[in-house]
């Protein structure tokens, strides 16, 4: 008879991607999974298959949990620029218990240029946010908020690359304050 699993799969691969997210995929060992994520290694192989396996499990986890906050977070915005100012505000804090940054922003510096399963995944990711920031520089362009003297798309690649940067900067000891003073400035290229 079967043993049943003495764990949430949930729980020990929010575990898994924090500790991914913390570290990188070289740097964390089957050790540091077994030790942080509390079950044994047998338990990893026998639900997630392996380490990589597991990596990419924990990084559509942290894919799946952003779109959402975002998501929800553009959707109580009353006005664009405070759907922008909600993402930037999201991009660069961290929350409670959170390690700093973005998982796909470290996976992509860590590994994108030679795994090509891992520039996919980062590429895709970014390109959702890149979606999300055209959707709301247009609305912003169509009720006033914004200029409409340069391409939504164009501005969202720009926006992109910046909160790209914040999330690089927010794994650093860089002040919050300064981080604030960017998206500042990158959200007044949009106004008219």
Partial sequence: MARSKEFEETEVLDKAMKLFWEQGYEKTSMS???EHMGIHRRSIYDTFTDKRTLFFKAMERFGNR?????AAGVKQAKTAKEAL?????YMSSTEEGEPPGCMFVNSAV???CRDEDVDAKTVGAFQKVEHLLVE????GQENGEFSSQYDAQELAEYLHNSLIGIRVM???SVPKEKLERISTMSMLLLEK
Avoid: G, N, Q, Y
């Fill in 170 to 172: 927010a794994r650093t």
């Fill in 85 to 89: 100012h909600f993402i930037f505000d």
């Fill in 136 to 139: 709301i520089v247009t609305w």
């Fill in 32 to 34: 540091d999974l077994v």
């Fill in 66 to 70: 952003t779109d959402a906050k975002l």
């Fill in 110 to 112: 860590e590994m994108a």
